[in-house]
């Protein structure tokens, strides 16, 4: 059974990746990393989605501006509705501005450049897309050559559609006048006074709004949340890409979904500037501590942030106008830190930000070993690696894995790494599910059924399992 990631209330800042760096770039990692953007870029002339992933780490992940974190599976869905969406020719370009490697050369961190060029269907006419943006991709070391770890910190984006410039955060509409950013910074500010006394009108007014967004989230009352956003509310990430009012309720709406009970929220005003009557910034500690479902475990989820809000005062009282400035603080998962770059995994070794050689998912070495030299090497290797003090197991890890294959239509191998997880994690009704969707996807219904029954003797509230064992046996 497919898992989902999890979300905070408005935006989660992105966390940064520590690593010690060399003082100057290293030449030869560069050269080996342009070869790897030249594949990247032939691969997607080709359309070819196999190679794209290929370029990557089974744990590859992406974070987005609103908070998410795009996990390896998300982001292959991504690709392959790029590519459908896309036409060529496609002129990709990757330009390496700034590039740290690691002392021990196995982490590599490269500020990119890239520009893209291709044709979409739009208002109904082929028209010529220009995009550029600038991001940071975090490349691993791994036995097979680099590989694409993550990307995040995008920033600088531009579109441009027949020549024209356009507003990257909203929909194409030819009708648009030329999209300028710097409209909006012209605009004159009032000059801004800092308020201390926590009796002051606006200090009262904006914890007033803040108490009915913290009894919103506790009795998931999401009319009460939306209520207080204006309808231009934007939200604006530290790369510069804005997310408007209706991104941000469905990324609520889907956050929201996952948790099934708030132990703890606050948004603690640390300081508060107004500007006239109408309009006040307030630098706020927002702090949310949940139970959902993580990994198909109730767990508890705490994290913290640090943010600027911006309420205008309206006929209907003060509302939150736009949310930028996010700096994320620790997160943690079940009491144990985690990385907030990545998925949360609850069998991840605690996050230490300082430590130069975090352990690995194993999964990572099983892609790497599949894709160059086949599953049966992988599966020899498995269980040398398993007891290495470089890379750990985990469950969820190794289903994202056989989901991985699965939709790589590598369904032999993707069965072999779904057996894996029932040999490490025997009582778990997912692994079971899981394995069942595996051989009913490569045609055996028996061992399809016998599987998925296991998964309901082991968790008889498995709907999933329970409503393919019923489409199974009425075939």
Same mark, same amino acid.
């Given at each position: 059974?497919? %898992?989902?990631i999890?979300?905070v209330?408005?935006?989660?800042? +992105? $966390? ?11 030449? @030869?990692?560069?050269?080996? +990393? ?14 070819? +989605?196999?190679?794209?992933i ?8 992406t974070?987005?501006?609103?908070g ?5 599976k ?17 002129? =990709? ?10 002392y ?29 943006v600038?991001?940071?991709?975090? *490349? ?5 050559? *680099? ?10 984006q ?9 507003d990257?955060a ?6 648009d ?26 200090? %009262? ?17 999401l009319d009460? =949340? ?5 309808? @231009? ?9 804005? *997310? ?11 956050? $929201? ?12 005003v640390?300081?508060?500037a ?17 139970m959902?479902m ?18 205008? %005062?309206?006929?209907?009282? *003060? ?11 620790? /997160? ?6 985690? @990385?907030?770059? %990545? ?9 230490d ?19 160059d ?11 040398? +690696?398993k ?6 197991v985990?469950e969820?890890?190794?289903? /994202?894995?056989?989901?991985?294959? =699965? ?24 692994v ?5 969707e595996?051989? $009913? ?5 028996e061992? /399809? ?20 064992l ?6």
């Open positions: 059974m497919k %898992k989902q999890s979300v209330l408005f935006v989660v800042a +992105l $966390m940064c990746l520590n690593v010690p760096v060399h003082a100057q770039d290293d030449a @030869d990692v560069q050269k080996e +990393l342009e070869g790897l953007y030249k594949k990247l870029a032939e691969a997607h002339e080709r359309k070819d +989605l196999s190679a794209i290929g370029l990557k780490t089974s744990d590859f992940h974070f987005f501006t609103d998410r974190v795009g996990d390896s998300l982001m292959e869905e991504y690709s392959r509705e790029f590519l459908k969406r896309n036409q060529p020719p496609f002129n =990709l370009r990757f330009t390496i501005q700034k590039l740290t490697v690691s021990n050369k196995l982490i590599a961190v490269a500020e990119v450049f890239q520009e893209l060029a291709r044709y979409q269907d739009l208002a109904g006419k082929r028209r010529k897309v220009e995009t550029s600038i991001q940071r991709e975090i *490349w691993a070391k791994t036995s097979e050559g *680099w590989k694409l770890k993550s990307v995040d910190n995008v920033r600088d531009k579109k441009f559609v027949d020549g024209t410039r356009v990257p909203k929909p194409y509409n030819p009708a006048p030329p999209y300028s950013p710097d409209d909006a910074a012209r605009n004159a500010k009032c000059d801004e006074v800092v308020v201390r006394d926590k009796s002051h009108p606006v200090w %009262k007014a904006l914890d007033a709004q803040f108490a009915k967004f913290a009894e919103g989230v506790r009795k998931k009352d009460v =949340l939306f209520a207080q956003y204006k309808p @231009d509310f934007q939200a604006k990430e530290p790369t510069g890409e804005v *997310w408007n009012r209706e991104q941000t309720f469905g990324y609520i709406r889907n956050g $929201m979904a996952q948790v099934k009970e708030t132990i703890h929220t606050s948004n603690t640390l300081r508060l107004v500007c006239g009557e109408d309009e006040a910034t307030a630098t706020v500690l927002q702090q949310w501590y949940r959902q993580v990994a198909g475990k109730l767990r508890r989820m705490e994290t913290n942030a640090v943010q600027d809000t911006h309420w205008v %005062k309206t006929p209907e009282g *003060w509302m939150l106008g736009s949310i930028d400035e996010i700096k994320g603080g620790a /997160a943690f998962l079940d009491g144990k830190r985690i @990385d907030l770059t %990545k998925p949360p995994d609850p069998e991840a070794p605690a996050y930000p300082y430590d130069p050689r975090p352990k690995q998912p194993v999964s990572d070495a099983l892609f790497s070993t599949i894709t030299k086949g599953i049966e090497s992988a599966l020899q290797s498995y269980h040398a +690696l007891q290495s003090n470089d890379y750990y985990s969820s890890q190794l289903n /994202a894995l056989g989901y991985r294959l =699965l939709n790589m239509k590598k369904v032999r191998e993707a069965i072999e790494i779904f057996k894996l997880n029932v040999e490490a994690y025997p009582q778990s009704a997912n079971y599910d899981s394995l069942g595996a051989h $009913m996807t490569n045609g055996d219904k061992l /399809a059924i016998r599987n998925y029954q296991r998964a309901v003797e082991l968790n008889p509230q498995n709907t999933n399992a329970i409503g393919m019923k489409k199974l046996r009425e075939q």
